[in-house]
């Protein structure tokens, strides 16, 4: 199959607290997870107003790891394991929850400008219950490919390898077209992505819009919209416009079986249950995370009997 078979999905729309909009792309009603990729929100772009700014007090997590990649402004980032890192534009942030990790993510001033994209991705058997962890990459390869710049954020791809660790065949990229603006600004520019047909894969523009040559045809897709690429393509051709960025992600289909409830993942409703009254009676996998006052998120109800 030389073009994806291609399934359009909604992002759905949502407003966090300050004013601070989202749309999350995974997971939705019509696709749950790319490979392991089982959570994706962009966030942004917004301009705090005076004031005003990104504050998600301390909260939990099994089970996954939490991935940021950062566009546009500064996300401070403090864990149970005494993690304390301010995260910048093209740098990423991966925490490995394990058996269980708390952080928090503050603004690192008001009335910043903020864009960025938030994921989890699910982690196997073997590496669910593990010790958790915390990893910041400055640097990921980067390179220029059909004149658009492109960002290795997990994986293998054309001979790079990001340094980002994970426990499933996985891949993420970052694809930014030329500038909109400026003398002699391009017009839309096509680039051609070799891909594993045993991935599937998805993408969401994060700016602009993008066209995709699918096996019925180009479809445009812009921010709002997100696509999902069956597996069996050997390749895509996408078309950026000028000022377009868009992110590609993509996985072996998950072959465990999963449960996701608020801020945690879990094999089976039980270990979901397990951990939320963990969480609410302040069991040692969760601690404190250092200067958060002692302010921690409450849990909404179960939405099964526990």
């Not at 093209?90 to 990790?101: E, H, K």
């Not at 921010?223 to 078309?239: N, S, V």
């Not at 072959?255 to 039980?270: C, D, E, I, L, R």
């Amino acid at each position: 199959m030389d073009n994806p078979i291609i399934a359009r999905i909604a992002a759905r729309e949502s407003t966090l607290g300050e004013g601070l909009r989202i749309r999350r792309a995974l997971p939705t009603r019509e696709r749950r997870m790319v490979g392991a990729w089982c959570f994706l929100d962009h966030i942004g772009p917004i301009a705090f107003g005076p004031g005003q700014g990104l504050h998600v007090g301390a909260h939990p997590h099994t089970c996954l790891q939490t991935f940021t990649w950062m566009i546009e402004g500064e996300i401070w980032h403090r864990d149970s394991l005494g993690s304390d890192q301010v995260i910048r534009p093209g740098q990423v942030n991966l925490m490995t929850a394990g058996r269980g990790i708390v952080h928090t993510e503050d603004s690192v001033a008001p009335g910043q400008r903020m864009h960025a994209a938030q994921l989890w991705i699910a982690l196997p058997p073997e590496a669910a219950e593990g010790d958790p962890a915390f990893e910041h990459h400055a640097e990921l390869p980067r390179w220029t490919q059909d004149g658009c710049d492109v960002t290795l954020l997990v994986g293998h791809w054309g001979g790079h390898t990001a340094p980002t660790r994970v426990h499933s065949p996985l891949v993420g990229l970052d694809i930014a077209g030329p500038p909109a603006s400026g003398l002699n600004a391009p017009m839309n520019v096509p680039i051609d992505l070799p891909l594993r047909p045993d991935f599937e894969h998805g993408l969401l523009p994060l700016e602009g819009e993008v066209h995709i040559d699918g096996a019925e045809g180009p479809q445009r897709l812009v921010a709002g919209e997100f696509a999902h690429l069956a597996p069996g393509a050997h390749q895509a051709r996408l078309t950026l416009a000028p000022g377009s960025r868009v992110l590609l992600i993509g996985g072996e289909p998950w072959p465990h079986p999963m449960v996701m409830w608020w801020n945690f993942v879990g094999p089976s409703q039980a270990h979901i249950v397990r951990a939320q009254a963990d969480w609410e009676s302040g069991a040692p996998r969760f601690g404190r995370v250092p200067g958060d006052g002692g302010h921690r998120l409450q849990a909404p109800p179960l939405p099964w009997k526990a």
